[in-house]
Protein backbone atom coordinates (compact mmCIF):
# COMPACT_ATOMS: atom_id res chain seq x y z
CA UNK A 1 0.00 0.00 0.00
CA UNK A 2 0.72 3.80 -0.39
CA UNK A 3 -0.15 7.20 -0.23
CA UNK A 4 -1.44 9.27 -2.67
CA UNK A 5 -2.59 13.22 -1.39
CA UNK A 6 -5.00 14.85 -2.32
CA UNK A 7 -5.08 18.54 -1.46
CA UNK A 8 -2.03 20.21 -0.55
CA UNK A 9 1.49 19.13 -0.48
CA UNK A 10 2.73 17.86 3.03
CA UNK A 11 6.23 19.40 2.38
CA UNK A 12 4.49 22.71 3.22
CA UNK A 13 3.81 22.50 7.24
CA UNK A 14 1.85 25.71 7.05
CA UNK A 15 -0.82 24.62 4.35
CA UNK A 16 -3.91 23.03 6.36
CA UNK A 17 -6.35 20.98 5.40
CA UNK A 18 -4.35 17.91 4.16
CA UNK A 19 -6.96 15.04 2.89
CA UNK A 20 -4.91 11.94 2.69
CA UNK A 21 -6.10 8.71 1.28
CA UNK A 22 -5.12 5.31 1.57
CA UNK A 23 -4.59 4.12 -2.20
CA UNK A 24 -3.11 0.73 -3.57
CA UNK A 25 0.99 0.76 -4.31
CA UNK A 26 0.74 0.86 -8.09
CA UNK A 27 -0.98 4.03 -8.28
CA UNK A 28 1.62 5.83 -6.81
CA UNK A 29 4.48 4.06 -7.78
CA UNK A 30 4.80 6.21 -10.92
CA UNK A 31 6.30 9.64 -9.04
CA UNK A 32 3.72 12.26 -10.48
CA UNK A 33 7.05 14.89 -10.87
CA UNK A 34 8.15 12.35 -13.41
CA UNK A 35 4.66 13.05 -15.05
CA UNK A 36 5.22 16.51 -15.49
CA UNK A 37 8.79 16.17 -16.62
CA UNK A 38 7.36 13.64 -19.09
CA UNK A 39 4.61 16.72 -20.57
CA UNK A 40 7.28 18.68 -21.11
CA UNK A 41 8.12 16.72 -24.23
CA UNK A 42 4.61 15.92 -25.27
CA UNK A 43 2.83 19.17 -25.88
CA UNK A 44 2.68 20.43 -29.42
CA UNK A 45 3.53 24.71 -29.54
CA UNK A 46 0.24 26.62 -29.25
CA UNK A 47 -1.58 24.19 -27.31
CA UNK A 48 -1.39 25.78 -23.64
CA UNK A 49 -4.78 24.07 -22.78
CA UNK A 50 -3.18 20.29 -22.98
CA UNK A 51 -1.19 20.75 -20.32
CA UNK A 52 -3.13 23.45 -18.02
CA UNK A 53 -4.49 20.15 -16.09
CA UNK A 54 -1.19 18.54 -15.22
CA UNK A 55 0.32 22.09 -14.18
CA UNK A 56 -2.62 22.76 -11.90
CA UNK A 57 -2.27 19.18 -10.53
CA UNK A 58 1.16 19.26 -9.71
CA UNK A 59 0.72 22.72 -8.44
CA UNK A 60 -1.92 21.44 -6.16
CA UNK A 61 0.18 17.97 -5.10
CA UNK A 62 3.49 19.41 -4.78
CA UNK A 63 3.66 23.52 -4.91
CA UNK A 64 7.16 23.68 -3.55
CA UNK A 65 8.42 21.01 -6.39
CA UNK A 66 6.08 23.21 -9.07
CA UNK A 67 8.24 26.24 -8.21
CA UNK A 68 11.53 25.15 -8.64
CA UNK A 69 10.18 23.25 -11.34
CA UNK A 70 9.45 26.70 -13.00
CA UNK A 71 12.78 28.31 -12.39
CA UNK A 72 14.97 24.98 -13.85
CA UNK A 73 12.75 25.07 -16.95
CA UNK A 74 12.73 29.13 -18.00
CA UNK A 75 16.80 28.23 -18.24
CA UNK A 76 16.86 24.71 -19.27
CA UNK A 77 13.50 24.17 -21.67
CA UNK A 78 12.64 24.92 -25.62
CA UNK A 79 8.68 25.12 -25.47
CA UNK A 80 8.05 28.46 -25.01
CA UNK A 81 4.83 27.67 -24.25
CA UNK A 82 5.45 25.73 -20.75
CA UNK A 83 7.58 28.64 -20.17
CA UNK A 84 4.81 30.91 -20.03
CA UNK A 85 1.88 28.23 -18.26
CA UNK A 86 4.73 28.05 -15.29
CA UNK A 87 4.60 32.04 -14.99
CA UNK A 88 0.95 32.32 -15.14
CA UNK A 89 0.65 29.47 -12.50
CA UNK A 90 3.42 31.23 -10.45
CA UNK A 91 1.62 34.55 -10.89
CA UNK A 92 -1.59 33.18 -9.43
CA UNK A 93 -0.68 31.21 -6.90
CA UNK A 94 -1.44 31.05 -3.37
CA UNK A 95 2.43 31.12 -2.39
CA UNK A 96 3.77 34.47 -1.73
CA UNK A 97 7.10 32.63 -2.97
CA UNK A 98 5.62 31.93 -6.29
CA UNK A 99 4.49 34.94 -7.10
CA UNK A 100 7.27 37.17 -6.39
CA UNK A 101 9.48 34.24 -8.37
CA UNK A 102 6.57 34.80 -11.33
CA UNK A 103 7.09 38.64 -10.25
CA UNK A 104 10.52 38.22 -11.91
CA UNK A 105 10.28 35.91 -14.44
CA UNK A 106 8.02 37.69 -16.22
CA UNK A 107 10.42 40.82 -17.14
CA UNK A 108 12.51 38.22 -19.12
CA UNK A 109 9.58 37.93 -21.33
CA UNK A 110 9.37 39.24 -24.96
CA UNK A 111 6.28 41.41 -24.85
CA UNK A 112 4.12 39.45 -27.17
CA UNK A 113 4.65 36.24 -24.11
CA UNK A 114 3.80 38.53 -21.46
CA UNK A 115 0.52 39.27 -23.42
CA UNK A 116 -0.16 35.29 -24.05
CA UNK A 117 0.89 34.85 -19.85
CA UNK A 118 -2.06 37.89 -19.40
CA UNK A 119 -4.65 35.93 -21.56
CA UNK A 120 -4.02 32.83 -20.06
CA UNK A 121 -4.40 33.79 -16.60
CA UNK A 122 -7.84 35.57 -17.73
CA UNK A 123 -8.97 32.17 -19.38
CA UNK A 124 -7.52 29.54 -17.47
CA UNK A 125 -7.23 30.66 -14.20
CA UNK A 126 -9.89 32.90 -14.04
CA UNK A 127 -8.09 35.92 -12.55
CA UNK A 128 -5.08 38.72 -12.34
CA UNK A 129 -3.94 38.78 -9.31
CA UNK A 130 -3.46 42.89 -7.82
CA UNK A 131 0.48 41.29 -7.87
CA UNK A 132 0.53 40.18 -11.33
CA UNK A 133 -0.95 43.61 -12.18
CA UNK A 134 1.79 45.41 -10.75
CA UNK A 135 4.44 43.08 -12.44
CA UNK A 136 3.05 43.99 -15.73
CA UNK A 137 2.82 48.30 -14.57
CA UNK A 138 6.72 46.73 -13.79
CA UNK A 139 7.46 45.42 -17.49
CA UNK A 140 5.48 48.93 -19.05
CA UNK A 141 6.99 51.05 -16.82
CA UNK A 142 10.67 49.83 -17.41
CA UNK A 143 10.26 49.93 -20.80
CA UNK A 144 8.92 53.85 -20.79
CA UNK A 145 12.21 54.80 -18.73
CA UNK A 146 13.90 53.48 -21.24
CA UNK A 147 13.11 54.92 -24.83
CA UNK A 148 15.20 53.02 -27.28
CA UNK A 149 13.96 50.16 -24.86
CA UNK A 150 9.99 50.61 -25.29
CA UNK A 151 10.57 51.53 -29.47
CA UNK A 152 12.32 48.10 -30.29
CA UNK A 153 9.33 46.29 -28.00
CA UNK A 154 6.82 48.40 -29.76
CA UNK A 155 8.27 48.22 -33.02
CA UNK A 156 8.62 44.55 -32.72
CA UNK A 157 4.93 43.27 -31.19
CA UNK A 158 3.01 46.85 -31.50
CA UNK A 159 -0.49 44.33 -31.10
CA UNK A 160 1.16 42.82 -27.77
CA UNK A 161 2.41 46.23 -26.19
CA UNK A 162 -1.00 47.95 -26.96
CA UNK A 163 -3.03 44.85 -25.41
CA UNK A 164 -1.12 44.88 -21.96
CA UNK A 165 -2.11 48.90 -21.99
CA UNK A 166 -5.42 48.08 -22.46
CA UNK A 167 -6.49 44.42 -21.44
CA UNK A 168 -5.17 45.74 -17.97
CA UNK A 169 -6.40 49.40 -17.72
CA UNK A 170 -3.01 50.66 -17.22
CA UNK A 171 -2.45 54.43 -18.40
CA UNK A 172 0.59 54.79 -20.79
CA UNK A 173 3.17 57.38 -20.06
CA UNK A 174 2.71 60.68 -22.56
CA UNK A 175 5.59 59.34 -24.68
CA UNK A 176 4.33 55.62 -24.73
CA UNK A 177 0.52 57.25 -25.72
CA UNK A 178 1.92 58.87 -28.41
CA UNK A 179 3.67 56.28 -30.18
CA UNK A 180 0.93 53.38 -29.77
CA UNK A 181 -2.50 54.82 -29.93
CA UNK A 182 -1.97 58.27 -31.56
CA UNK A 183 0.38 57.51 -33.65
CA UNK A 184 1.87 60.30 -33.47
CA UNK A 185 5.58 59.18 -32.67
CA UNK A 186 8.13 62.00 -31.70
CA UNK A 187 11.25 63.07 -33.84
CA UNK A 188 14.42 60.98 -33.33
CA UNK A 189 12.16 57.54 -32.42
CA UNK A 190 12.03 54.17 -33.89
CA UNK A 191 8.90 54.11 -34.97
CA UNK A 192 9.58 57.69 -36.17
CA UNK A 193 12.36 56.39 -38.50
CA UNK A 194 10.09 53.67 -39.98
CA UNK A 195 7.99 56.11 -41.29
CA UNK A 196 10.89 57.64 -42.87
CA UNK A 197 12.16 54.44 -44.55
CA UNK A 198 8.82 53.73 -45.80
CA UNK A 199 9.38 57.31 -47.77
CA UNK A 200 12.96 56.40 -48.66
CA UNK A 201 13.60 54.76 -52.41
CA UNK A 202 17.52 55.40 -51.98
CA UNK A 203 19.03 52.03 -51.27
CA UNK A 204 22.07 53.55 -49.39
CA UNK A 205 19.58 56.14 -47.57
CA UNK A 206 17.59 52.93 -46.38
CA UNK A 207 20.82 50.75 -45.28
CA UNK A 208 22.19 53.61 -42.99
CA UNK A 209 18.90 53.91 -41.31
CA UNK A 210 18.97 50.51 -40.47
CA UNK A 211 22.10 50.43 -39.47
CA UNK A 212 21.72 53.42 -37.25
CA UNK A 213 18.26 52.51 -35.70
CA UNK A 214 18.88 48.52 -36.43
CA UNK A 215 15.45 48.10 -37.63
CA UNK A 216 14.40 44.61 -37.47
CA UNK A 217 14.22 42.35 -40.47
CA UNK A 218 10.55 41.51 -39.91
CA UNK A 219 9.21 44.94 -40.09
CA UNK A 220 11.36 46.37 -42.58
CA UNK A 221 10.70 43.25 -45.38
CA UNK A 222 7.41 44.17 -44.93
CA UNK A 223 8.15 48.80 -45.31
CA UNK A 224 10.80 48.28 -48.13
CA UNK A 225 9.20 47.48 -51.87
CA UNK A 226 12.31 46.70 -53.50
CA UNK A 227 15.24 44.58 -50.95
CA UNK A 228 18.96 45.66 -53.17
CA UNK A 229 21.93 43.75 -51.51
CA UNK A 230 23.11 46.68 -49.92
CA UNK A 231 19.94 46.65 -48.04
CA UNK A 232 20.23 42.75 -47.34
CA UNK A 233 23.74 43.13 -45.99
CA UNK A 234 22.30 46.04 -43.33
CA UNK A 235 19.21 43.98 -42.04
CA UNK A 236 21.44 40.66 -41.86
CA UNK A 237 24.34 42.93 -39.81
CA UNK A 238 21.93 43.50 -37.83
CA UNK A 239 20.00 40.37 -36.50
CA UNK A 240 20.87 37.92 -34.24
CA UNK A 241 21.61 34.59 -35.14
CA UNK A 242 18.45 32.72 -34.07
CA UNK A 243 16.75 35.64 -36.16
CA UNK A 244 18.95 34.98 -39.41
CA UNK A 245 18.14 30.73 -38.86
CA UNK A 246 13.96 31.79 -38.39
CA UNK A 247 14.08 34.14 -41.23
CA UNK A 248 15.94 31.84 -43.69
CA UNK A 249 12.83 31.13 -46.19
CA UNK A 250 12.16 34.51 -46.09
CA UNK A 251 15.96 35.42 -46.92
CA UNK A 252 16.21 33.20 -49.75
CA UNK A 253 12.89 34.08 -51.36
CA UNK A 254 14.53 37.93 -51.45
CA UNK A 255 17.69 36.89 -53.69
CA UNK A 256 19.67 36.93 -50.44
CA UNK A 257 21.22 33.45 -51.44
CA UNK A 258 22.17 34.05 -54.89
CA UNK A 259 24.91 37.02 -53.73
CA UNK A 260 28.28 36.14 -52.94
CA UNK A 261 28.50 38.87 -50.37
CA UNK A 262 25.21 38.61 -48.73
CA UNK A 263 25.30 34.65 -48.58
CA UNK A 264 28.42 35.23 -47.14
CA UNK A 265 27.50 37.59 -44.02
CA UNK A 266 24.68 35.19 -43.22
CA UNK A 267 27.57 31.54 -43.40
CA UNK A 268 29.20 33.89 -40.70
CA UNK A 269 25.79 34.57 -38.30
CA UNK A 270 24.68 30.58 -38.49
CA UNK A 271 28.62 29.84 -37.80
CA UNK A 272 28.14 32.19 -34.88
CA UNK A 273 24.62 30.37 -33.91
CA UNK A 274 26.21 27.04 -33.12
CA UNK A 275 27.57 28.55 -29.77
CA UNK A 276 25.78 31.43 -29.41
CA UNK A 277 23.14 31.39 -26.14
CA UNK A 278 19.56 31.56 -27.24
CA UNK A 279 19.25 29.56 -29.77
CA UNK A 280 16.99 26.85 -30.02
CA UNK A 281 18.22 23.43 -30.67
CA UNK A 282 15.91 22.26 -33.36
CA UNK A 283 14.81 25.51 -34.93
CA UNK A 284 17.88 25.19 -37.23
CA UNK A 285 16.80 22.01 -38.38
CA UNK A 286 13.49 22.99 -39.33
CA UNK A 287 14.83 25.99 -40.94
CA UNK A 288 16.75 23.55 -43.29
CA UNK A 289 13.22 21.46 -44.00
CA UNK A 290 11.16 24.37 -44.62
CA UNK A 291 13.54 26.39 -46.56
CA UNK A 292 15.09 23.75 -49.34
CA UNK A 293 18.45 25.46 -48.81
CA UNK A 294 21.44 24.16 -50.41
CA UNK A 295 23.88 21.35 -48.87
CA UNK A 296 26.51 24.23 -47.66
CA UNK A 297 23.67 25.51 -45.66
CA UNK A 298 21.78 22.35 -44.34
CA UNK A 299 25.36 21.44 -43.02
CA UNK A 300 25.88 24.73 -41.47
CA UNK A 301 22.08 24.31 -39.89
CA UNK A 302 23.19 20.36 -38.49
CA UNK A 303 26.01 21.68 -36.57
CA UNK A 304 23.84 24.39 -34.67
CA UNK A 305 21.72 21.64 -34.01
CA UNK A 306 24.39 19.12 -32.63
CA UNK A 307 26.60 21.84 -31.10
CA UNK A 308 23.20 23.23 -28.99
CA UNK A 309 22.39 19.51 -28.14
CA UNK A 310 25.55 19.59 -26.20
CA UNK A 311 24.81 22.28 -24.66
CA UNK A 312 22.14 20.46 -22.67
CA UNK A 313 24.49 17.93 -21.45
CA UNK A 314 26.39 14.68 -22.18
CA UNK A 315 25.23 10.94 -21.90
CA UNK A 316 27.44 9.09 -19.86
CA UNK A 317 25.67 5.90 -19.89
CA UNK A 318 25.92 2.99 -22.53
CA UNK A 319 22.24 3.59 -24.39
CA UNK A 320 20.26 1.41 -26.75
CA UNK A 321 17.70 3.01 -29.31
CA UNK A 322 15.33 0.27 -30.55
CA UNK A 323 13.11 1.92 -33.71
CA UNK A 324 10.27 0.30 -34.49
CA UNK A 325 9.81 -0.33 -38.23
CA UNK A 326 6.74 -2.56 -38.22
CA UNK A 327 3.65 -1.85 -40.95
CA UNK A 328 2.35 1.91 -40.53
CA UNK A 329 5.71 3.24 -38.68
CA UNK A 330 7.54 5.38 -40.45
CA UNK A 331 6.83 8.07 -38.10
CA UNK A 332 8.62 6.10 -35.76
CA UNK A 333 11.78 5.92 -38.14
CA UNK A 334 12.27 9.66 -38.67
CA UNK A 335 11.69 10.22 -34.85
CA UNK A 336 14.83 7.02 -34.54
CA UNK A 337 16.93 9.12 -37.17
CA UNK A 338 16.26 12.67 -34.74
CA UNK A 339 16.93 10.68 -31.66
CA UNK A 340 20.23 9.07 -33.13
CA UNK A 341 21.70 12.35 -34.30
CA UNK A 342 20.58 13.97 -31.03
CA UNK A 343 22.20 11.09 -28.91
CA UNK A 344 24.74 10.36 -31.05
CA UNK A 345 26.34 13.76 -30.19
CA UNK A 346 26.67 14.03 -26.77
CA UNK A 347 27.11 10.55 -25.44
CA UNK A 348 30.29 9.45 -24.12
CA UNK A 349 29.42 5.72 -23.62
CA UNK A 350 28.10 3.12 -26.26
CA UNK A 351 25.41 3.69 -28.13
CA UNK A 352 23.77 0.77 -30.04
CA UNK A 353 21.07 1.77 -32.53
CA UNK A 354 18.78 -0.70 -33.62
CA UNK A 355 14.86 -1.27 -35.73
CA UNK A 356 12.81 -3.82 -35.70
CA UNK A 357 9.76 -5.55 -37.11
CA UNK A 358 9.91 -9.09 -36.32
CA UNK A 359 13.58 -8.93 -36.99
CA UNK A 360 16.30 -6.68 -35.36
CA UNK A 361 18.63 -4.58 -38.05
CA UNK A 362 21.55 -3.10 -36.22
CA UNK A 363 22.14 0.61 -38.03
CA UNK A 364 25.53 2.13 -37.66
CA UNK A 365 26.02 5.74 -38.93
CA UNK A 366 29.66 6.99 -40.29
CA UNK A 367 29.79 10.03 -38.47
CA UNK A 368 27.51 11.68 -36.13
CA UNK A 369 25.32 14.25 -38.36
CA UNK A 370 22.09 13.75 -39.05
CA UNK A 371 22.75 13.63 -42.87
CA UNK A 372 25.18 10.57 -41.89
CA UNK A 373 21.99 8.97 -39.67
CA UNK A 374 19.80 9.75 -42.52
CA UNK A 375 22.17 7.47 -45.03
CA UNK A 376 22.46 4.87 -42.27
CA UNK A 377 18.45 4.59 -41.92
CA UNK A 378 18.18 4.93 -46.09
CA UNK A 379 17.15 1.63 -46.79
CA UNK A 380 14.67 1.40 -43.72
CA UNK A 381 11.25 0.61 -44.65
CA UNK A 382 7.92 0.44 -42.83
CA UNK A 383 6.35 -3.21 -43.24
CA UNK A 384 6.15 -6.39 -41.11
CA UNK A 385 5.12 -7.77 -37.92
CA UNK A 386 6.35 -6.17 -34.40
CA UNK A 387 8.71 -8.12 -32.14
CA UNK A 388 10.17 -5.41 -29.55
CA UNK A 389 11.97 -7.92 -27.87
CA UNK A 390 14.16 -8.94 -31.23
CA UNK A 391 16.38 -6.25 -30.87
CA UNK A 392 17.31 -6.77 -27.01
CA UNK A 393 17.56 -10.57 -27.83
CA UNK A 394 20.26 -9.65 -30.50
CA UNK A 395 22.20 -7.47 -27.90
CA UNK A 396 22.09 -10.26 -26.01
CA UNK A 397 23.53 -12.79 -27.56
CA UNK A 398 26.30 -10.14 -28.60
CA UNK A 399 26.42 -9.16 -24.66
CA UNK A 400 25.82 -5.60 -25.65
CA UNK A 401 25.44 -4.47 -21.68
CA UNK A 402 23.66 -1.52 -21.68
CA UNK A 403 22.19 1.14 -18.89
CA UNK A 404 19.42 2.49 -20.61
CA UNK A 405 17.03 1.69 -23.45
CA UNK A 406 15.20 3.86 -25.85
CA UNK A 407 11.66 2.30 -27.37
CA UNK A 408 10.40 4.36 -30.28
CA UNK A 409 6.80 2.52 -30.98
CA UNK A 410 3.30 2.23 -30.44
CA UNK A 411 3.92 -0.67 -27.97
CA UNK A 412 1.88 -3.13 -30.16
CA UNK A 413 4.26 -6.16 -29.88
CA UNK A 414 2.29 -9.03 -32.17
CA UNK A 415 5.55 -11.51 -32.44
CA UNK A 416 8.27 -13.36 -30.12
CA UNK A 417 10.15 -13.18 -29.24
CA UNK A 418 8.54 -10.77 -26.79
CA UNK A 419 10.16 -7.60 -24.84
CA UNK A 420 9.05 -8.40 -21.16
CA UNK A 421 9.99 -12.23 -21.15
CA UNK A 422 13.47 -11.08 -23.19
CA UNK A 423 14.17 -7.93 -20.78
CA UNK A 424 14.00 -10.44 -18.00
CA UNK A 425 16.53 -12.61 -19.50
CA UNK A 426 18.64 -9.97 -20.75
CA UNK A 427 19.01 -8.82 -17.15
CA UNK A 428 20.09 -11.96 -15.36
CA UNK A 429 22.81 -13.01 -17.83
CA UNK A 430 24.39 -9.63 -18.48
CA UNK A 431 23.77 -8.67 -14.56
CA UNK A 432 22.23 -5.51 -15.54
CA UNK A 433 18.39 -3.54 -15.20
CA UNK A 434 18.81 -0.69 -18.03
CA UNK A 435 15.34 1.85 -17.20
CA UNK A 436 13.49 1.87 -20.18
CA UNK A 437 11.75 5.38 -21.87
CA UNK A 438 9.57 4.82 -24.35
CA UNK A 439 8.39 7.15 -27.02
CA UNK A 440 4.99 6.62 -28.11
CA UNK A 441 4.23 7.26 -31.38
CA UNK A 442 0.99 7.28 -33.17
CA UNK A 443 -2.26 5.36 -31.92
CA UNK A 444 -0.38 3.48 -29.31
CA UNK A 445 -1.29 1.04 -26.41
CA UNK A 446 0.34 1.20 -23.34
CA UNK A 447 1.40 -3.10 -23.52
CA UNK A 448 4.96 -2.35 -22.56
CA UNK A 449 4.55 -0.19 -19.94
CA UNK A 450 2.19 -1.98 -18.32
CA UNK A 451 4.31 -5.30 -18.30
CA UNK A 452 7.35 -3.33 -17.13
CA UNK A 453 5.71 -1.78 -13.97
CA UNK A 454 4.40 -5.26 -13.09
CA UNK A 455 7.82 -6.48 -13.01
CA UNK A 456 8.88 -3.22 -11.33
CA UNK A 457 11.25 -1.68 -14.22
CA UNK A 458 11.92 1.59 -14.45
CA UNK A 459 9.56 3.23 -16.96
CA UNK A 460 9.30 6.41 -18.70
CA UNK A 461 6.75 6.57 -21.20
CA UNK A 462 6.49 10.30 -23.69
CA UNK A 463 4.12 10.53 -26.54
CA UNK A 464 5.59 12.23 -29.59
CA UNK A 465 3.10 14.06 -31.65
CA UNK A 466 4.90 15.55 -34.62
CA UNK A 467 7.15 18.54 -32.27
CA UNK A 468 10.18 18.18 -33.01
CA UNK A 469 11.46 21.09 -31.06
CA UNK A 470 10.50 19.10 -28.25
CA UNK A 471 13.16 16.26 -28.80
CA UNK A 472 15.66 17.61 -26.76
CA UNK A 473 13.56 17.85 -23.70
CA UNK A 474 14.75 14.38 -23.54
CA UNK A 475 18.29 15.18 -23.17
CA UNK A 476 18.22 16.27 -19.54
CA UNK A 477 16.87 13.25 -18.93
CA UNK A 478 19.11 11.08 -20.35
CA UNK A 479 21.82 12.69 -19.54
CA UNK A 480 21.90 11.95 -15.68
CA UNK A 481 22.60 8.59 -14.25
CA UNK A 482 19.21 8.76 -12.21
CA UNK A 483 15.80 10.72 -12.49
CA UNK A 484 16.39 11.01 -8.98
CA UNK A 485 19.62 13.09 -9.62
CA UNK A 486 17.74 15.16 -12.45
CA UNK A 487 14.62 15.84 -9.28
CA UNK A 488 17.61 16.97 -6.83
CA UNK A 489 19.37 18.99 -9.45
CA UNK A 490 15.89 21.13 -9.87
CA UNK A 491 15.12 21.46 -6.02
CA UNK A 492 18.74 23.11 -5.95
CA UNK A 493 17.54 25.79 -7.93
CA UNK A 494 16.81 28.76 -5.98
CA UNK A 495 13.59 31.34 -6.70
CA UNK A 496 13.79 34.64 -7.64
CA UNK A 497 12.85 36.95 -4.98
CA UNK A 498 11.35 40.29 -5.59
CA UNK A 499 13.34 43.38 -6.44
CA UNK A 500 11.06 46.48 -5.49
CA UNK A 501 12.28 49.56 -7.42
Known amino acids: MGLVLCGRSPFLPFFSNLEVRIMPKTVTERDFRLDMLNSLLTTPHRQLEKVAEIHELIMELDPIFYGHLAVWYQHNGDVRDHKEVFVAHLLTSGVSEHRDAGFMMLQEFPPYQVARVVDFMKQHRNKVPRSARTAVQRYLKTREDKPALFDRAVVRSRKAMKHLYAGLHIKPGERANAILFQDTPPEGSLPAMLKQLAKTQEPLEQARLIVEFRIPYAIAVGTIHQMTPTVLVALIDAMTPQEVINNLKSLKKQGAMDNTEVKALIDSKLDKAATANRVAAFKSQVAADAADLDPETVARLERITNEQVKRKGSINRPTALLVDKSGSMENAIEVGKQLAALISGITEAELYVYAFDNLPYAIAAQGKELSDWERAFQHIRAGGGT ?114 L
Open 387 to 500: SIGAPLEAMRRRREKVEQLILVTDEGENAAPYFPKVYTTYCEELKVQPNVVIVRIGRYCDYIERSLTEQQVPVDTFVFEGDYYSLPNLIPLLARPSRLELLLEIMEISLPKRVD
